[in-house]
């Protein structure tokens, strides 16, 4: 099967990069599916959103984003997240509570509901 080499990075550091067969991604025109020779597309991710990259070794990495880019080209997919998290690194409790939490920020509700969906979907 053919591959791509992909990146996953945020603002304050670099998430995952390495080979995968499938990258899929919450866009602001929809979920997009990457495999190898995909035409180049630039989108933007959404707020609370989830990417979910397969790698060549079978394993699924799914982390939540927040905001963003995703630039595509025939062999690689780079995805450039003002924030992101891997599904297994959040605490599903602290997310929870930010939900509850009526004075939260707009923003970090957000946040809290893209973590969720990336925990649902690991």
């Known amino acids: 099967m053919a591959e791509m080499t992909v990146e996953l990075v945020a603002v304050e550091r670099r998430l995952w990069s390495g080979t995968a067969t499938l990258v899929s991604a919450q866009t602001t025109e929809g ?3 990457i495999m ?5 597309v630039l989108g933007q991710l959404v707020d609370a959103g989830v990417v979910a990259i397969t790698t060549t070794d079978g394993e699924r990495v799914v982390a939540a984003v927040h905001g963003g880019f995703l ?3 025939g062999t690689s997919v780079t995805v450039l ?4 998290d891997f599904a297994g690194d959040i605490d599903v409790d602290a997310a929870k509570a930010v939900l509850a939490d009526t004075t939260a920020e707009d923003e970090a509700i957000a946040i809290a509901k893209g973590q969720l969906r990336a925990v649902e979907r690991a």
């Open 71 to 73: 630039s595509v080209t």
């Open 81 to 84: 997240a003002e924030s992101a």
């Open 31 to 33: 979920e997009i599916g």
């Open 36 to 40: 190898y020779g995909h035409e180049p």
